[in-house]
Structures are given as structure tokens and as C-alpha cells.
């Protein structure tokens, strides 16, 4: 089956007990369709209510993915791929059924070529995993979500993290793709060479396109060497906009900082008390250096240097592994930290992303904003990249709360857009985004329509996510 | 008019002395038809016979773009954008007809963000164009292909050049893009902020698409801030191998070079004469290094340190601004100086990108290839990224002369995709490469052509080049 030949299936027959009998048959156990397994795998960890797939297929190569694309596009139904289930724009969701594509069991990690700093893994390794695995090489795979997401779901929803203002994202860390396609044949979107002129780029297309083009089944990516040294540390300031203003320069100036993460007020007081730090309740910089011995320690001093022109510090940096772990912990705690705010609230977390000249301005009319709709919403961001995320903790059994929240979800979302940013830095739209991506990009939707309907006719990859296709 | 439009034009009314006559009509001296114009708007610089275009029209903004193609599109005539005409693989041929589209005229520096380290400019503007205007502000662009190329056509041909390995290629310097569609409609593909993942990614589709897929009417690129300091060096080495060894231990240790490019001993001899250097006819390496005073003096130290662990060296280096310029002065000259090794000859350059740990294999293989084929083809390569050039110095008017050089590129990109390389690291495909593009990526080739399709119905936008439509 190719692409063209899509075209020929009756766009009538959908035909899920049908595919639900053929994979039962075909594939047994590795096929299940009870109800706990299903809830699990529509698990979306925001307010979008969960849409359960028809089954749960658990893929363990690419000729399985091959095989169960076919067999669904013949039948024209829906195929949600899904990683570890740490999205959250309820992009595992099933709004029109379909199977699950679990891709957890493809879990190889292929090859590592240590002179090239790349490996190749297979969709279901997570980062954990994979960095575990490297530990002896002296290498490392810099991106890093908050969850121990798949390197797969991760390329799907071009991914980030508190190392992007130095590696980049996984936009600039995959060197090459293969996918299943809507056809079910599997594409290679690039070699292995570092960089490449030859043809579209099949390989960002992919990336960021939230499994609606085609089924990641092998990534290549990019390896950092481990730095010879690191330092990191915190360092308080008087008010948001002080902190902001210290990231501006910092980055302008060009110091390599590694990673420099804004902890609000309110999130300080919550990592304070969960994760034992002894800091003050104001806004803070989490930093972090890469380099040799000599050049952490210049790198710690200027941005000490700058911290101070804007009222900020003291700046307490160190080189030694165990507190700068306490330290790094008590920053990828936050979301738990900021849960103990609201006991027994749900968090949901928004994800825009401005230039970075707007940032303190942004965060300054959202924390009024926070303030004056009454709600308990920590701030977190990865403000060297101008991406910051408000935790809402909300009772999300109250639809007045519910409420309330897309209410300043909205505006967020809008002010980002008027500032030039976008409403998504590192998240994704899935379902949650659909409307503020058509704001953020107005006629650039029709163009990814096209390309949709060109490489998906029957609309059977993750259909519903993304954009609309009518 | 938009996407769905296109489907109800009579696809056999090729109008192009219509087309010719409206164009006349509406922009008067800005639409010319003489020889001596058109010749040059098809000049390729390459052993690809000129195929030169009905007519030129120099647009002076995006609505002129918009125009322009909605008429070509009423009239299914092709439309060919030109920047500095520095493009290496047939990219402004005209091998259907149509319409030269010279953006050079669209030179403007619309804003430039600071505080951001972004700006946002013409497709017309070139890269020097836009450094020499950046001089005040500390801020650079460090995209630099051999070429005073027009960033427009950088991005069009996913460019990069010596800078690559430490600040990445057009891929990752262009933040967000404005193109005019098939349809004549313009989008914006992105918003100013340094990261996002709203949706699929127009941006990295249409940088290296080659104006095939629709016309880039702006760019926002991101700036790198000067560094503090500069150093730069010359290091011989007694073989390409070891060469190419001190390069991955060099990257494997993460100095983070700015520049480190490979010359080998033919083209050593050839810039030693044109330009004047006090070198040896060996193997050399071209190294710079950007950081602070410290960084610098660290980071040639551990370079020499493994040039000599591979027993090369000396090591000369520098700081002072007028003799590191000399030395990449002289690299930027390679081209010319070249060229004096054959008076008369043209010079053919080759483009293949390997995985670094075969580049010295890859390299020493050619190198026999061109002894044994008694070829004059000096080396040079941006060897950080496993990319390098053959120029192969030929008499283009002698048919046996050009069989063989393309005999000799053959086996070169097939040796390249062998080792899991590309066979263009920072050309393109344009009319050259189109089918090494199908034996690089195989099937992948077919969803190039679908998107083709969904977003040129008409294939009018530069057809013939990167893929063939049937």
C-alpha cells in the first residue's frame, strides 16, 4: 500500500469492531480492550475530560506498527500513539476511538556512537533511561521535561526543558526520524550526518506533529559531552521584573549559562517547605554553568556581577555535586511542591512563551491577573527562552473553577500572542490549543491542513488534534 | 484566491505571453525581457547549462510577490526567485520557462530586537549587508556561506558555512519566516518568541524547500552576541587522518570551536601563493575560538594539546584582530586561490556531509579517487560538521572532462551515503542532486512529493528542482 492508493479506500467503512477482531486475532495478548487499561491510556493529566480508545495495542517493532497502521487504514480507524502518558493537552485522547499504540515495549537503545556523539533509540526509551545508559560514556542527552517522558512523545510535541536556553529543544537535537506513515510503509527522514541541505525537511515536520503525520519508530539524536565542571546556585531578587532584567542581560551578554529557571514568590515558599531550602520567600534564579574549572567559575562571577546591578543576590553558587543535586531536585519538585499549596487540588499548567524582552512585563500582568481572579497559581519558567508555566490549582470537580481558569488561561494565552510569543513553547496544542494556534497563526492552519490531508487522507493518525480537518 | 482555488484552473492554459503582457503592463521597467538580463538571472555558476527564464520581475515588497504569483498562478506559469544568483545546483534555472522573481530589491533591515538578540529583515538583504548594519549594536549574524548570498536565499537552501559547528546552520538561526503560498496568499509561519510548539513546523519546511514550495518575503533570525573574545590559529598536520582525528577528539571534548575547518595540502598550496601565507604545503586546520580573554587562551591550549597528541604543530594562534583576519581572508579565498592552480578552469564544488567518525576515511578515499583519476581538485571542508568541498578544476567546454567529473562526484556522494552521510551538506538538491535526494532518502522522497502537491497544485513554484513532479 502507498499513499495513492488511500485514496481508493471507501471513506464510509469504518470498521473498529473489525480492526478490534484483526488485531485480536493477529496479535493476542499484546492486544487488550478492558476498561482500566483503556482509562490509563486516555490518562491526560489536565482538565480535558479523558475519550477512551477502543483498544490498546502494545507495538514491539516497526513492522508491528506497520502492520496495525495498515489494518486500520483499511478500515479507516483512528491510531493514538502514546509514550509514557505525560502530555498535557490531551493529545492521547481518542475523541472518535480508535487504538492505542503503546510504545513502550520499543524500548532499545540501538546504537550509540560515541566519536559522533549520536545514538539511535527506539520511541519507547526515556530520557531517563537513555542518560542512565550513557552514564559510563561520558555523554549525556540534554533535554529534560519535567516528566521521565518517551524520547518519541517528546519529539511529537517538540519538547524542551530547563536546558533548551544552551542545547536547544528536540527541534535541534534530532538528527533523523523514521516513522509509519498513514500508508504504513516506514520512512527514513534523514542520514547521520550533522547537517543536511537535501530536500524538505520531513524530520522538524515530524517533530512537533504530535503523532499526526505518522508513528515515530526510531529517533537519532544529538549526544553532549559531559562538562568537565558545573556549578549552579540561586540567587533572590527584589521583584520579578529585577530577575528578568538579569536574564536579558545575562543572555545578551552571551555567558553560556547551562540553565537559569525563574521560581516566583508563592512557588519559593511552596519548594521552601517541601524540599527543605534555605532561601528566602522572594522571586529566585536557578542557574546552572557548564564548562571547564575556570570557565564556571567566571561564568558564576559575572552573572554574580549582574545579579547585583539589579538588586539581586547574594548569589550562593557551588561546584559540589551533592548540593547542586539538592538544589536541581528541589527545582524539578516543583510541580509537587506547589501541589502542597492546595491539598488534594489537581495543577493544571499553562506553557506560554514570549521574546524575552517582554518577560517581566508578561509575568508582572499575569501574577496581577493571578491575584485579582483569586486564584493559588505558582510560576515557574525557563526564562532564558522567554517559556514560563503558571500552575492553576484548582478543584476541578467545581465547574465555576473550571471556569475561572480557561477564563485565565485566555487571557495568558492572548497576551502572549499580542506580545509576539506563542501560547505553546514546549507543550504542545493537542486539544487544548486547537483555538489559539488558528489566533497565533491565522492562515498558516490552511497550509498544515494541506499538508494533513496530503499525507493522512483517511485522517486516521491521532485525528483531533492539532488543527481541524472538516 | 487560496489553496482550494488552484484545483479549478485549467491546468493546460500555459499562458505565459499573457502573463509576459500583464506584467509588462502593471510594473512597467521593473519587468524586463532582455537577453543580457535574463541570461543572468539563469547563471548558474556550475557545469548545469543555463536555461534562462520569459522575463524578470524585481518585486519591491511582499504584495508584489502576492501579485506576481496570482498571476503566474491564473496562468500556470512557473515563477523562479532569485537572491544573488550565488546559488551551486541549477537553483535559478528556468528549465520549464516563467517568471524570474529578483528579490534583491527587497533589502530592507526591518527591526532589530536587542534585547531579544533577533531582527527581522528582507529576503534581499545579504548576509554582509546585515553585519555591517549590526556593527553598532555587539550583536552578529554568524551564518556564513562562501557566498554574499541574500539571507533569503540562505534559508532557501538551508545554508551554513565555517560557523555551523558551533552556532548551527540556517535551521536553527531562522526564528520565523513570512512566504508567499502558491495561492499568492503570505503567511507568517511563527512568532518572535525563541521557542515554540504550536503546531506543524512551516518554518523548517520552507527553509531549504528551495523556493519550491512557496517564496520567503521575511525573515526574523536570531543574533549571537559578539563575543568578548577572539582568537584564531593555523595548525599543520602530517596526514588528513590525523587531521580529521584532533577534529572528533576536539568535539568529543566539547571545546566549543567557532570555527575549525579543514585545508588540505593541494589547496594549502594554492592559498600559501594567493594568499600570501607562511604555512606548509600539509594538511592544515583553521581554527578560531570565541569566549572571554580566558576562554579563548584555554580553549587553544587544549587544542594544541590534541593536534600534538596526533602529531601536528605547531599550533600558531592569535588574538590580534589584523592577523587572524588575514588567516580567514585567505580561508574565504580558497575559492580563488583555487582556481589559480588551473588558469581557465571552472571550479565544480562538491558537498558531501559524513558522520565525523568516517570523515577522514571519506576524505582519504577521494583523495585517491582524484590521484588516480588525475583530476586537479583541492579540498577544503567544514570538517567540525563532517562536511567538505572538492573543487574540481575543469575545462567545461571539454564533454570527456565533465563525464569524468561527474563520474568522480558519483562515486564521491555514493561513498558519502555508504558511510550514512548526505550528499549535500549546505548546497541543496536544486537540479543536481535530484537523484541522490531519492537514493538518500528512498520512499521518503514520496511524501516530499505529496507536500509538493497539497501546496503547489499547479507546480508552479520553481519546478524541476529539488523533486520531480508527474
Known sequence: MALADLKQIDRNAIGIDTVVGILRQRFGDRFQTGQ???????????????????GVFFAESSEDVSEAVRICADHRVPLIPFGVGSSLEGHVNAPAGGISIDMSRMNKIVEVNSEDLDCTVEPGVTRDQLNQYLRDTGLFFPIDPGANASLGGMASTRASGTNAVRYG????????????????REITTARRARKSSAGYDLTRLLIGSEGTLGIITSLTLRLQGIPQAISGGVCPFPSVEAACNAVIMTIQMGIPVARIELVNALQMKAMISYSDLDYEESPCLFLEFHGSDESVKEQAGLFGDIAEEFGGGPFRWTSVTEERQKLWKARHDAYWAALTLRPGAKGISTDVCVPISRLAECIMQTETDIAEMGLIAPIVGHVGDGNFHVLILLDTD???????????????????????GTCTGEHGIGQGKMRYLEMELGIGVDYMQAIKQALDPLNIMNPGKVITIT
Chains 1, 2 share one sequence.
Not at 170 to 181: D, G, H, I, T, W
Not at 399 to 420: H, P, S, W, Y
Open 398 to 420: 467545581d465547574g465555576g473553577e473550571i471556569e475561572q481558569a480557561e477564563k485565565f488561561v485566555d487571557g495568558l494565552n492572548r497576551r502572549a500572542l499580542e506580545m509576539g
Open 169 to 184: 529543544t528536540m527541534r535541534e537535537n534530532v538528527l533523523a526520524l523514521k516513522a509509519v506513515m498513514a500508508d504504513g
Open 36 to 54: 482500566s487499561i483503556r482509562e490509563q491510556h486516555a490518562h491526560t493529566t489536565t482538565y480535558i475530560p479523558s475519550q477512551l480508545p477502543d
